[in-house]
């Protein structure tokens, strides 16, 4: 949740980098992006693939995914296996020598205003679809329309997706922004601009990914939703995230080193709520005291904490209130969880170690206790991105989505239900 400010102090120290690329794949490309039937059953789903203009991703009907490299004879790769596209309108590809075919699922593209600012959009349409879902990007500057699986994994289940592109990605405009109520108000925009698209659907709801899980329950504050689903995210706010991401990283150290921690973590809380004006004396006096002690080179910049900890004082100083993007350090979501109308969905990685969520899955446990359409679904082994990596035994890692992802995801936005009993899951490993 932290990459793109780690980002963005860097390149603030270091103006020669593009913190904030605006990048989008190239156009003649965009027919190739979509959900392709094969023999046996089997899909795979092409998007684009990190802002890169020429390379692609794969995603298989087992989970399984990798990006697509482009050769000299327009085929593309992912190690041993390899796409070979035909001409878009004949809306055919040969995956691995099988020959693939899109599936009809109609996109319109559009343009959108949010506070004056013009947003890109996409509405993924299968036929006969009752439900829609808007999804919402984490702090990532990836171009949404492109590169979101989820928009094609989720209409080919019968689920129709609106995406867009966050201010100052893909082809909208405006500048990034990390405040959760300009992003909510933003993907409201986004919700009206999919029902005007849509006007035959009636249950409509917002899917947020990572950050995208912050600012999803605040959209349901903004305008109605039938559902609301933050996937890989956390019912607490971005300053115990920091603490339980450093937390994790300082296992088996003793408690000594732990409570120095507490207090690193609570001087670095200070500064970013300040909005980088504050507590910086004081963290070089913590610095100096106990630099070289092996806690403090086992944190690692996935925490605004790691991230400060790798930087000058005078350039986070300097960059931090740019680099943040106004990022609502203070924000805590559990009274506006607990309140909203729309009945939940939380998607969770019980290997997280971006969003540590144990404290997210005692907080709706006990909203549970008195909201019974708040759901939960952990996925044991998923880490962020609720992605499972396993090692083969050439020594290669593989990544996949957790089995029963977007199956359970498309089947509870169309019906209610979970698998099993109860509205608390744990998937078998």
Not at 163 to 174: A, C, E, L
Not at 345 to 368: F, Y
Request: aromatic share 6%.
């Amino acid at each position: 949740m932290f990459a793109l400010l780690a980002a963005a102090l860097v390149a603030a120290a270091s103006p020669q980098l593009d913190a904030v690329p605006q990048t989008h794949l190239d156009a003649a490309l965009r027919c190739r992006l979509g959900a392709y039937a094969l023999p046996a059953g089997k899909v795979v789903t092409i998007t684009g693939d990190g802002g890169h203009a020429r390379n692609l991703r794969y995603t298989l009907s087992t989970g399984a995914f990798g990006r697509l490299r482009e050769g000299p004879d327009g085929t593309y790769s992912a190690g041993t296996l390899t796409v070979a596209f035909e001409p878009c309108e004949t809306g055919r590809l040969k995956l691995a020598g099988e020959q693939g075919s899109r599936q009809p699922l109609t996109e319109t593209d559009t343009t959108f205003s949010s506070d004056g600012i013009r947003l890109h959009g996409k509405l993924v349409m299968p036929a006969g679809a009752k439900a829609l879902a808007v999804w919402i990007d984490g702090s990532n500057n990836d171009p949404s329309t492109d590169d979101t699986v989820w928009q094609y994994e989720l209409a080919r289940r019968g689920v129709s997706v609106f995406v867009y592109d966050k201010r100052g990605t893909g082809t909208s405009s405006g500048a990034l922004s990390a405040d959760f109520q300009v992003r909510a108000r933003d993907t409201a925009a986004a919700v009206q601009e999919a029902r005007r698209l849509a006007p035959g659907i009636r249950k409509v709801g917002v899917i947020g990914g990572s950050q995208g899980g912050w600012v999803a329950p605040l959209t349901a504050t903004l305008t109605p939703l039938d559902f609301v689903i933050p996937a890989f995210a956390m019912a607490e706010g971005p300053i115990a995230q920091d603490r339980q991401v450093v937390e994790a990283q300082l296992a088996g150290f003793p408690a000594e080193d732990m409570a120095k921690a507490a207090t690193l973590t609570a001087l670095t809380a200070r500064i970013v709520l300040s909005n980088f004006r504050e507590g910086f004396t004081e963290l070089d006096a913590f610095r100096t005291e106990h630099v070289g002690e092996p806690w403090m080179k086992t944190i690692q910049p996935r925490s605004y904490t790691g991230i400060l900890l790798t930087m000058s004082s005078a350039d986070a100083k300097a960059g931090g209130a740019a680099a943040s993007q106004g990022l609502s350090f203070g924000y805590e979501p559990r009274p506006v969880i607990e309140t909203i109308k729309p009945r939940q969905l939380w998607l969770l990685g019980g290997s997280d170690r971006q969003a540590p969520n144990a404290g997210t899955q005692s907080i709706l446990r006990e909203i549970q206790q008195h909201r019974r359409d708040v759901s939960v679904v952990v996925f044991p082994k998923a880490d962020h991105g609720l992605i499972e990596r396993t090692k083969t035994a050439e020594g290669t890692t593989t990544s996949a989505y957790s089995a029963g992802l977007f199956d359970i995801t498309a089947d509870w936005i169309k019906t209610s239900r979970l698998p099993g009993t109860g509205n608390f899951v744990v998937r078998p490993d």
